[in-house]
Protein backbone atom coordinates (compact mmCIF):
# COMPACT_ATOMS: atom_id res chain seq x y z
CA UNK A 1 0.00 0.00 0.00
CA UNK A 2 1.58 3.40 -1.26
CA UNK A 3 0.71 6.46 0.98
CA UNK A 4 0.38 8.64 -1.39
CA UNK A 5 -3.08 6.65 -2.59
CA UNK A 6 -4.08 7.35 1.26
CA UNK A 7 -6.74 9.81 1.75
CA UNK A 8 -7.59 8.58 5.21
CA UNK A 9 -5.47 6.68 8.32
CA UNK A 10 -7.49 5.84 11.43
CA UNK A 11 -4.87 5.23 14.27
CA UNK A 12 -6.57 3.66 17.31
CA UNK A 13 -9.28 5.77 17.38
CA UNK A 14 -11.67 6.27 20.37
CA UNK A 15 -14.75 8.41 21.61
CA UNK A 16 -16.12 8.67 24.88
CA UNK A 17 -19.39 11.14 25.48
CA UNK A 18 -19.49 12.61 28.76
CA UNK A 19 -23.18 12.67 30.49
CA UNK A 20 -23.00 14.08 33.52
CA UNK A 21 -19.97 12.24 36.01
CA UNK A 22 -19.85 8.90 33.19
CA UNK A 23 -18.18 8.53 30.40
CA UNK A 24 -19.84 6.53 27.82
CA UNK A 25 -17.86 4.67 25.15
CA UNK A 26 -18.67 5.11 21.24
CA UNK A 27 -15.87 4.27 19.37
CA UNK A 28 -13.19 1.73 20.90
CA UNK A 29 -10.15 1.60 18.90
CA UNK A 30 -11.08 1.72 15.24
CA UNK A 31 -7.47 1.44 12.76
CA UNK A 32 -8.43 1.58 9.69
CA UNK A 33 -7.46 2.89 5.87
CA UNK A 34 -9.22 4.17 3.06
CA UNK A 35 -7.38 5.28 -0.41
CA UNK A 36 -8.09 8.21 -2.51
CA UNK A 37 -10.98 7.05 -5.15
CA UNK A 38 -12.78 4.20 -3.22
CA UNK A 39 -16.42 4.31 -1.94
CA UNK A 40 -17.05 3.04 1.44
CA UNK A 41 -20.39 2.38 3.00
CA UNK A 42 -19.94 2.21 6.93
CA UNK A 43 -23.08 -0.28 8.13
CA UNK A 44 -24.03 -1.69 11.34
CA UNK A 45 -26.92 -0.93 14.04
CA UNK A 46 -28.38 2.13 15.69
CA UNK A 47 -25.45 3.26 18.14
CA UNK A 48 -23.08 1.12 16.90
CA UNK A 49 -21.36 4.12 16.20
CA UNK A 50 -21.13 5.60 12.78
CA UNK A 51 -22.31 8.74 13.43
CA UNK A 52 -19.54 9.00 15.39
CA UNK A 53 -16.91 7.83 13.21
CA UNK A 54 -18.50 9.96 10.29
CA UNK A 55 -18.21 13.20 12.33
CA UNK A 56 -14.19 12.70 13.58
CA UNK A 57 -13.90 11.75 9.64
CA UNK A 58 -15.48 15.15 8.94
CA UNK A 59 -12.84 17.39 11.37
CA UNK A 60 -16.67 18.01 12.99
CA UNK A 61 -15.57 16.62 16.50
CA UNK A 62 -12.02 15.33 17.52
CA UNK A 63 -11.19 12.03 19.37
CA UNK A 64 -11.01 11.45 23.00
CA UNK A 65 -7.15 9.47 21.83
CA UNK A 66 -5.89 8.05 18.64
CA UNK A 67 -4.77 9.83 14.97
CA UNK A 68 -6.94 10.92 12.60
CA UNK A 69 -4.41 11.61 8.70
CA UNK A 70 -6.84 13.05 6.48
CA UNK A 71 -4.55 13.45 3.00
CA UNK A 72 -1.12 12.80 4.95
CA UNK A 73 -2.13 15.63 7.78
CA UNK A 74 -2.70 14.85 11.29
CA UNK A 75 -6.03 16.60 12.01
CA UNK A 76 -5.29 16.89 15.94
CA UNK A 77 -2.19 18.98 15.22
CA UNK A 78 -4.30 21.65 13.09
CA UNK A 79 -6.02 24.81 14.64
CA UNK A 80 -9.82 25.43 14.60
CA UNK A 81 -9.25 27.57 11.43
CA UNK A 82 -6.76 25.53 9.73
CA UNK A 83 -9.91 22.64 10.32
CA UNK A 84 -12.66 24.52 9.54
CA UNK A 85 -10.57 25.53 6.48
CA UNK A 86 -10.27 21.54 5.40
CA UNK A 87 -13.82 21.17 5.99
CA UNK A 88 -15.34 24.01 3.55
CA UNK A 89 -12.51 23.14 1.05
CA UNK A 90 -12.00 19.14 1.08
CA UNK A 91 -15.00 17.68 2.14
CA UNK A 92 -18.88 17.64 1.07
CA UNK A 93 -21.24 17.06 3.54
CA UNK A 94 -24.69 15.06 2.58
CA UNK A 95 -27.30 14.97 5.00
CA UNK A 96 -30.38 12.31 5.79
CA UNK A 97 -32.08 15.73 6.64
CA UNK A 98 -30.87 17.61 3.73
CA UNK A 99 -30.43 20.47 5.68
CA UNK A 100 -31.51 23.07 3.10
CA UNK A 101 -32.23 26.36 4.29
CA UNK A 102 -36.28 26.66 4.28
CA UNK A 103 -37.97 29.74 1.92
CA UNK A 104 -34.92 30.09 0.12
CA UNK A 105 -34.43 29.09 -3.72
CA UNK A 106 -32.49 26.29 -4.91
CA UNK A 107 -29.78 28.30 -6.59
CA UNK A 108 -29.14 30.51 -3.24
CA UNK A 109 -29.26 27.16 -1.40
CA UNK A 110 -26.04 26.22 -3.06
CA UNK A 111 -24.44 30.06 -3.25
CA UNK A 112 -24.69 30.85 0.39
CA UNK A 113 -22.45 28.92 1.64
CA UNK A 114 -19.77 29.98 -0.93
CA UNK A 115 -20.50 33.64 -0.24
CA UNK A 116 -20.41 32.73 3.80
CA UNK A 117 -16.47 31.47 2.67
CA UNK A 118 -15.85 34.74 0.68
CA UNK A 119 -16.13 33.24 -2.65
CA UNK A 120 -17.11 36.36 -4.74
CA UNK A 121 -20.77 36.63 -5.87
CA UNK A 122 -19.94 35.97 -9.21
CA UNK A 123 -18.49 32.98 -9.18
CA UNK A 124 -20.55 31.71 -6.52
CA UNK A 125 -23.25 32.19 -9.01
CA UNK A 126 -22.06 30.77 -11.63
CA UNK A 127 -20.84 27.47 -10.03
CA UNK A 128 -24.18 27.09 -8.32
CA UNK A 129 -25.86 27.13 -11.86
CA UNK A 130 -23.15 24.72 -13.27
CA UNK A 131 -23.71 22.19 -9.95
CA UNK A 132 -27.60 22.46 -10.17
CA UNK A 133 -26.91 21.71 -13.75
CA UNK A 134 -24.66 18.26 -12.67
CA UNK A 135 -27.60 17.50 -10.64
CA UNK A 136 -29.88 17.81 -13.39
CA UNK A 137 -31.99 20.94 -11.77
CA UNK A 138 -31.31 23.81 -13.92
CA UNK A 139 -34.48 23.95 -14.83
CA UNK A 140 -35.50 24.34 -10.52
CA UNK A 141 -33.32 27.18 -9.92
CA UNK A 142 -36.09 29.65 -9.10
CA UNK A 143 -38.03 27.17 -6.89
CA UNK A 144 -38.28 27.34 -3.04
CA UNK A 145 -37.36 24.45 -1.33
CA UNK A 146 -40.42 24.25 -0.72
CA UNK A 147 -41.49 23.77 -4.47
CA UNK A 148 -39.11 20.58 -4.69
CA UNK A 149 -39.80 16.81 -4.41
CA UNK A 150 -37.87 14.99 -1.77
CA UNK A 151 -35.09 13.55 -3.92
CA UNK A 152 -34.91 16.87 -5.66
CA UNK A 153 -33.95 18.41 -2.24
CA UNK A 154 -31.26 15.64 -1.68
CA UNK A 155 -29.96 16.38 -5.18
CA UNK A 156 -29.57 20.35 -4.09
CA UNK A 157 -28.26 19.02 -1.26
CA UNK A 158 -25.09 17.09 -2.96
CA UNK A 159 -25.13 20.24 -5.50
CA UNK A 160 -24.18 22.40 -2.59
CA UNK A 161 -21.63 19.33 -1.35
CA UNK A 162 -20.14 19.42 -4.83
CA UNK A 163 -19.88 23.76 -5.10
CA UNK A 164 -15.90 23.88 -3.85
CA UNK A 165 -15.18 20.47 -6.18
CA UNK A 166 -14.46 18.99 -2.47
CA UNK A 167 -12.22 15.53 -3.32
CA UNK A 168 -14.16 13.79 -0.65
CA UNK A 169 -17.92 13.59 0.00
CA UNK A 170 -19.05 12.27 3.44
CA UNK A 171 -23.25 10.71 3.42
CA UNK A 172 -24.57 9.62 6.65
CA UNK A 173 -28.14 8.14 5.73
CA UNK A 174 -28.18 10.00 2.92
CA UNK A 175 -31.52 8.03 1.67
CA UNK A 176 -33.33 7.68 4.56
CA UNK A 177 -35.82 10.05 3.72
CA UNK A 178 -36.35 8.74 0.33
CA UNK A 179 -38.78 5.96 -1.21
CA UNK A 180 -36.79 3.40 -2.91
CA UNK A 181 -37.05 4.71 -6.54
CA UNK A 182 -35.17 7.99 -5.45
CA UNK A 183 -33.18 6.13 -3.13
CA UNK A 184 -31.76 4.00 -6.27
CA UNK A 185 -31.77 7.61 -8.43
CA UNK A 186 -29.61 9.08 -5.85
CA UNK A 187 -27.25 6.64 -5.51
CA UNK A 188 -26.99 6.21 -9.09
CA UNK A 189 -25.93 9.69 -8.75
CA UNK A 190 -23.18 9.48 -5.98
CA UNK A 191 -21.73 6.43 -8.07
CA UNK A 192 -21.42 8.24 -11.05
CA UNK A 193 -19.66 11.16 -8.69
CA UNK A 194 -17.19 8.02 -7.52
CA UNK A 195 -16.38 6.87 -10.66
CA UNK A 196 -16.53 9.38 -13.42
CA UNK A 197 -15.20 12.38 -10.88
CA UNK A 198 -13.22 10.46 -8.91
CA UNK A 199 -14.63 11.81 -5.75
CA UNK A 200 -13.83 9.72 -3.06
CA UNK A 201 -17.38 8.61 -1.19
CA UNK A 202 -18.08 7.35 2.39
CA UNK A 203 -21.53 7.21 3.06
CA UNK A 204 -23.10 5.63 6.36
CA UNK A 205 -26.21 3.33 5.73
CA UNK A 206 -27.87 0.42 7.59
CA UNK A 207 -29.84 -0.76 4.36
CA UNK A 208 -27.40 -3.62 2.59
CA UNK A 209 -29.33 -2.25 -0.67
CA UNK A 210 -27.45 1.12 -0.79
CA UNK A 211 -24.16 -0.71 0.83
CA UNK A 212 -24.79 -2.72 -2.00
CA UNK A 213 -23.36 0.82 -4.13
CA UNK A 214 -20.34 1.02 -2.18
CA UNK A 215 -16.96 -1.45 -3.65
CA UNK A 216 -16.46 -2.12 -0.04
CA UNK A 217 -18.63 -2.59 3.52
CA UNK A 218 -17.12 -1.75 6.58
CA UNK A 219 -19.53 -3.40 8.90
CA UNK A 220 -19.58 -1.71 12.87
CA UNK A 221 -20.84 -3.24 16.28
CA UNK A 222 -20.24 -1.51 19.66
CA UNK A 223 -17.65 1.11 18.27
CA UNK A 224 -15.04 -1.17 16.68
CA UNK A 225 -15.27 -2.72 12.51
CA UNK A 226 -15.98 -6.01 13.28
CA UNK A 227 -15.73 -6.98 9.67
CA UNK A 228 -15.71 -5.82 5.92
CA UNK A 229 -16.96 -7.20 2.39
N1 LIG B 1 -23.47 13.70 21.67
C1 LIG B 1 -23.54 12.54 22.33
N2 LIG B 1 -23.52 12.49 23.68
C2 LIG B 1 -23.56 11.34 24.33
N3 LIG B 1 -23.61 10.13 23.77
C3 LIG B 1 -23.65 10.09 22.42
C4 LIG B 1 -23.62 11.29 21.63
N4 LIG B 1 -23.67 10.92 20.31
C5 LIG B 1 -23.74 9.59 20.30
N5 LIG B 1 -23.72 9.07 21.55
C6 LIG B 1 -23.75 7.64 21.92
O1 LIG B 1 -22.64 7.02 21.27
C7 LIG B 1 -23.02 5.73 20.74
C8 LIG B 1 -22.82 5.74 19.21
O2 LIG B 1 -23.74 6.64 18.62
P1 LIG B 1 -23.78 6.98 17.08
O3 LIG B 1 -22.40 7.27 16.62
O4 LIG B 1 -24.80 8.04 16.87
O5 LIG B 1 -24.26 5.59 16.47
P2 LIG B 1 -24.99 5.26 15.09
O6 LIG B 1 -24.80 6.42 14.17
O7 LIG B 1 -24.31 4.00 14.62
O8 LIG B 1 -26.42 5.00 15.41
C9 LIG B 1 -24.46 5.51 21.16
O9 LIG B 1 -24.45 4.75 22.33
C10 LIG B 1 -24.97 6.91 21.40
O10 LIG B 1 -26.01 6.90 22.35
MG1 LIG C 1 -26.22 7.57 13.08
Given at each position: ?????????????????????????????????????????????????????????????????????????????????????????????????FNLIPRTTTLEN???????????????????????????????????????????????????????????????????????????????????????????????????????????????????????N
Open positions: MQAETELIRLDKITKNYRIGHEWFPALNGISHVIERGEFVAIMGPSGSGKSTLMSILGCLDGPTAGDYFLNGKKVSDLSENQRTEIRNREIGFVFQAIELPMLYGNVRKKIARAKALEKLELVGLADKKNNRTNQISGGEMQRVAIARALANDPPLILADEPTGNLDTKRSNEIMDFIRMLNREKGITVIIVTHEPDIGGYAQRRIHMRDGLIERE
